[in-house]
Every structure is written in C-alpha cells, then in structure tokens.
T-cell receptor
Framework: DGGITQSPKYLFRKEGQNVTLSCEQN?????MYWYRQDPGQGLRLIYY???????QKGDIAEGYSVSREKKESFPLTVTSAQKNPTAFYLC????????????FGPGTRLLVL | GENVEQHPSTLSVQEGDSAVIKCTYS??????FPWYKQELGKRPQLIID?????GEKKDQRIAVTLNKTAKHFSLHITETQPEDSAVYFC????????????FGGGTRVLVKP
C-alpha cells in the first residue's frame, strides 16, 4: 500500500466551495475506491471505478463526484451540495475486479471553516 | 444491500490474554471477508482475510473463522501485546458485485500491560 498516495494530508473547505482530493497509485491496479470515515465509525463507500473512464456510485455518493481519466488517478471532488463534509477520506485500490484485496492510501482529513 | 454488524465496540484485555471480535453479515452471496487494523490517524492495514471456500485461516497469533451457514466470522488474537491496541474492522464483499467492501463499525481494542 506504499504505492498509493493521497494529497493533501489536511484540507480546509469554506462554505459553498468545491474541493478536490487527489489519489494516485503506481501499482498498476485497475480498481480504485473512495471511502469516507467519520469519527469512531466504520468506512462507507462513496464511489468506485473498476476500469478507466468508468465509475459507479457507492452507498453515499450524494454531494460527491469523481473522474477516472487515467488508470493511476482517481480524484474525488467534494461539492457544495455535501452539507456535512468533515471526515477522513480514504482512497483504496485493488489489482483488478477479480482480486478482492484492497490497499489503502494514507488519507485526507477534510475540515470545514 | 449488504449489512455488517461488529461486536463488541470496545474490548479491553490483559497482555497475554486472547481477544475475540465477531461480525455477522446479511448477504449470503458475500464471499470475501478481510480484517483491517487501524491505528489512530492512520490508514487501515490488512491483517488477514478469508474467502468463502475456507472455514479457518491462521497467521501466527491471528486467526479468522468463517461460518457461512450462520453468516458470521470472527477474528482471534492470541497472546495479545500492547502493540495490538488499535481499532479493528471487519468487512464483507461480493465478487460479482464489483468487490465493494461493506465495513463493520469497528472494535477498539486496548491491551493493558
């Protein structure tokens, strides 16, 4: 999982602002995932992508958007429509859709000003 | 969709004792069950996983058991050490559904020296 990077480590968002979280992997993994973790809780799936130029909504996609233009990159945009964005955001990847094991990046902590 | 319940939410054990965490899942099609360890502010790290064609798997002091009929699986940590203190998450996924992981709520384990 050392091949998955996320930036920035901390991100501050103002009211009405869209912000984008970066996730990059150099593992040549096909599948990538975004999770949200609230304090003291488990991880919830926001979006996932199994192949370039294709992605699907997870359980809590409202207020978020993604793109998958390159295999190694899966950025997540937190839009102004997400009214409670404060959380720890984790990106993960797996080799391909037939390989279940997911490895996580170090995370981005998003705070609202 | 899949629902994963995890118990207990907190677990305090004496160093050297065993710790057991239990999870139940709802979707009988689930076929992959990983366990992650997360230290404060860090990424989840995969510690062990099991697939539905196996009933038990062991790796040194860690073991996982799976009961497909009852739809539950458990993590066993023997000879606990202070460095085992962390939050542990179970998860379940269905390969045919894109390997989306559904996580339990987590168990905070404290190993007292």
């Amino acid at each position: 999982d050392g091949g998955i990077t996320q930036s920035p480590k901390y991100l501050f968002r103002k009211e009405g602002q869209n912000v984008t979280l970066s996730c990059e992997q150099n593992l040549n993994h096909d599948a990538m995932y975004w999770y949200r973790q609230d304090p003291g809780q488990g991880l919830r799936l926001i979006y996932y992508s199994q192949i370039v130029n294709d992605f699907q909504k997870g359980d809590i996609a409202e207020g978020y958007s993604v793109s998958r233009e390159k295999k190694e990159s899966f950025p997540l945009t937190v839009t102004s429509a997400q009214k409670n964005p404060t959380a720890f955001y984790l990106c993960a990847s797996s080799l391909h859709r037939e390989q279940e094991t997911q490895y996580f990046g170090p995370g981005t902590r998003l705070l609202v000003l | 969709g899949e629902n994963v319940e995890q118990h207990p939410s907190t677990l305090s054990v004496q160093e050297g004792d065993s710790a057991v965490i239990k999870c139940t899942y709802s979707d009988s099609a689930s076929n992959y069950f990983p366990w992650y360890k997360q230290e404060l502010g860090k990424r989840p790290q995969l510690i062990i996983d099991i697939r539905s064609n196996v009933g038990e798997k062991k790796d040194q002091r860690i073991a996982v058991t799976l009961n497909k009929t009852a739809k539950h699986f458990s993590l066993h940590i023997t000879e606990t050490q202070p460095e085992d203190s962390a939050v542990y998450f179970c998860a379940a996924s269905v390969k045919a559904a894109g390997n989306k992981l559904t996580f339990g709520g987590g168990t905070r384990v404290l190993v007292k020296p």
